[in-house]
């Protein structure tokens, strides 16, 4: 599909919204509150295998996560694995196996307790709505949805092969327009990071919408999924 470079309206108004998008972690459940969870997984497998190099390894791709979102670098899966291998000293395959183990899979068992209230509602009440739900993710999301019991029209993560480069970059957003064949005025992305999904959103003409306690200067916000589905009820100039 050709995204069409029409002008972006002025006004909001949700009538006129096709795909609602959102980001994973840390927009559909509290990442503070998992990270917490793992964190206690964490020393305790430290302290059984007398072994502190998982956590540097972790702390370490996190790091270089963010690096690498600034920077917008290519290949970001070997990108990541190569230099976190290279500041921790350690093998390529220890730094895949740690990642995959702590940060993709052992993390969705804690999904039911993190996942915000509200959300499954919202989701609904989207769906019934007649528009369509997406998801863009900086990490795997199918596997999470699940186990938050959702469901998405459309998944598109870095991770995937043809994408490979972290929110901000637009290549994963441009790519899920495509894939729904909406405009990118007829879309808009939830997130909680106004650096990363509030910026990919306005680079790629998209209405963003910040998951936020506080207001950001700028930068339309809601504070829980009540807030949401109160507005979206509306189905007027948001907020």
């Given at each position: 599909?050709?995204?069409?470079?029409?002008?972006?309206?002025?006004?909001?108004?949700?009538?006129?919204?096709?795909?609602?998008?959102?980001?994973?972690?840390?927009?559909?459940?509290?990442?503070?509150?998992?990270?917490?969870?793992?964190?206690?997984d964490?020393?305790?497998?430290?302290?059984?295998?007398?072994?502190?190099?998982?956590?540097?390894?972790?702390?370490?791709?996190?790091?270089l996560?963010?690096?690498?979102a600034?920077?917008?670098?290519?290949?970001?899966?070997?990108?990541?694995?190569?230099?976190?291998?290279?500041?921790?000293?350690?093998?390529?395959?220890?730094?895949?196996?740690?990642?995959?183990?702590?940060?993709?899979?052992?993390?969705?068992?804690?999904?039911?307790?993190?996942?915000?209230?509200?959300?499954?509602?919202?989701?609904?009440?989207?769906?019934?709505?007649?528009?369509?739900?997406?998801?863009?993710s900086d990490?795997?999301?199918?596997?999470?949805?699940?186990?938050?019991?959702?469901k998405?029209?459309?998944?598109?993560?870095?991770?995937?092969?043809?994408?490979?480069?972290?929110?901000?970059?637009?290549?994963?957003?441009?790519?899920?327009?495509?894939?729904?064949?909406?405009?990118?005025y007829?879309?808009?992305?939830?997130?909680?990071?106004?650096?990363?999904?509030?910026?990919?959103?306005?680079?790629?003409?998209?209405?963003?919408?910040?998951?936020?306690?506080?207001?950001?200067l700028?930068?339309?916000?809601?504070?829980?999924?009540?807030?949401?589905?109160?507005?979206?009820?509306?189905?007027?100039?948001?907020?």
């Open positions: 599909m050709e995204i069409s470079i029409k002008k972006k309206p002025q006004d909001f108004y949700w009538e006129n919204i096709k795909l609602v998008i959102f980001d994973v972690d840390g927009t559909l459940y509290n990442q503070e509150k998992m990270r917490r969870l793992m964190l206690c964490l020393i305790l497998d430290a302290v059984k295998n007398f072994d502190l190099q998982k956590i540097l390894i972790l702390k370490h791709y996190r790091r996560r963010e690096i690498a600034i920077r917008e670098e290519e290949s970001i899966d070997i990108w990541l694995i190569d230099s976190t291998a290279k500041v921790i000293g350690c093998s390529k395959e220890l730094v895949s196996d740690t990642v995959n183990s702590w940060i993709i899979k052992k993390p969705i068992k804690y999904l039911p307790k993190c996942i915000f209230s509200n959300v499954p509602e919202v989701f609904n009440m989207i769906k019934q709505s007649g528009k369509k739900i997406g998801i863009l990490y795997p999301a199918e596997d999470k949805l699940i186990k938050m019991g959702l998405a029209d459309y998944i598109v993560c870095s991770s995937d092969e043809n994408i490979q480069k972290l929110k901000p970059n637009t290549k994963g957003l441009i790519e899920l327009l495509s894939i729904a064949k909406v405009n990118p007829e879309a808009v992305l939830v997130g909680d990071r106004f650096d990363r999904d509030g910026l990919v959103a306005n680079r790629a003409g998209v209405w963003p919408i910040i998951l936020s306690n506080k207001e950001i700028h930068w339309r916000t809601i504070s829980n999924y009540q807030d949401f589905s109160y507005n979206f009820q509306k189905n007027n100039d948001l907020f």
